[in-house]
């Protein structure tokens, strides 16, 4: 099971820390990413982490700004948001997947899902 955190109203150019915490011991057997969808459109991915926590990709839109990381004896995934922007608005979906790293930025590459966490950003 997956439970994200974190989210909230915040002005555009703030931050927000997300968190994804994880129930079970084989935390660190997964890749964790993060994955938004704002309304109308669908889910797209944020940021991933691979299973040492050694490697991470990002999408482009957030890239500099959004840094993910993990905590593997904590069982938890984060997702920290710097210079948040008004399209950055969604709920955000933490994810694991049991795949090693090549299929870290679909949608289907994930096994488990987190319940979701709303983030909207003000102008």
């Known amino acids: 099971q997956l439970q994200a955190s974190g989210g909230g109203l915040v002005q555009a150019g703030g931050s927000l820390r997300l968190s994804c915490a994880a129930s079970?011991?084989?935390?660190?057997?997964?890749?964790m990413g993060w994955f938004r969808q704002a309304p109308g459109k669908e889910r797209e991915f944020v940021a991933a982490?691979?299973?040492?926590?050694?490697?991470?990709d990002y999408a482009d839109s957030v890239k500099d700004r959004f840094t993910i990381s993990r905590d593997n004896a904590a069982y938890t995934a984060y997702l920290q948001m710097n210079g948040l922007k008004p399209e950055d608005t969604a709920v955000y979906y933490c994810?694991?997947?049991?795949?090693?790293?090549?299929?870290?930025?679909?949608?289907?590459?994930?096994?488990?899902w987190g319940q979701g966490t709303q983030v909207t950003v003000s102008s």
């Open positions: 994810a694991a997947s049991r795949a090693v790293w090549g299929s870290r930025a679909s949608v289907l590459g994930y096994n488990y």
């Open positions: 079970g011991r084989t935390f660190s057997s997964y890749t």
């Open positions: 982490i691979n299973r040492a926590g050694g490697s991470t």
